[in-house]
């Protein structure tokens, strides 16, 4: 899936979840969670565990994400990576291998959690069967199950602590799991443009994957 998380945002992380099927409630609070948050950035820790729970790789790093369809990820060493999306392309640069891969950003966009938080949040019952529990008077866990076949994840859950993401946890269909837990977090601050742009450094490989 990675070198740590090609972005679920690469990606946006990841125990399994036993999913309810949810109510429309949950969903429509959840939308009204996230539809104000045209921008979030934050520290992060991610830890990705294999199906014995074994802990595969950790890193530590700074993100940011931006409607629509904007991406900072930057993973620091020894796993240093960095994804940067404007909207229309997508580059993951790997240093230490001094490799520049180059995408379109709309490729299979739909079928990541990224889309929770740099996409349009209108079809979020078509897409997720979502359940809620609330865990304390301050924090809400979301559960969602992909309603399509294509997903590459198959539970997803979302812990929100005063309105605010505080983690996410991701299990694919290998039963990999990825948590990211943020701290930090802004929503809708001032970020510069150019942090969604990316010039490749001279010298590198680049890979265009179109």
Known sequence: ????????????????????????????????????????????????????????????????????????????????????????????????????????????????????????VGDLEAEYRVSAEQLTDNETLYRLEPRGGDSLFESIAIRFAGGRPSSMVLRDSMGQETRIELSGVEINGDIASSRFQFEPPAGVDILRDD
């Open 1 to 120: 899936m990675l070198r740590l998380i090609r972005f679920a945002i690469c990606a946006l992380v990841f125990l399994p979840l036993a999913v309810m099927a949810g109510g429309r409630d949950d969903a429509s609070d959840l939308r009204r969670l996230l539809a104000p948050m045209e921008n979030i950035s934050a520290n992060f820790e991610q830890i990705l565990t294999g199906p014995d729970g074994h802990v595969i790789q950790r890193a530590r790093g700074e993100m940011a994400v931006a409607r629509p369809g904007k991406v900072y990820w930057h993973s620091e060493a020894p796993f240093e990576q960095l994804i940067v999306s404007d909207a229309e392309t997508l580059w993951i640069y790997d240093p230490d291998l001094a490799q520049v891969t180059v995408r379109p950003f709309q490729r299979n966009i739909r079928r990541t959690p990224a889309i929770l938080f740099i996409g349009e």
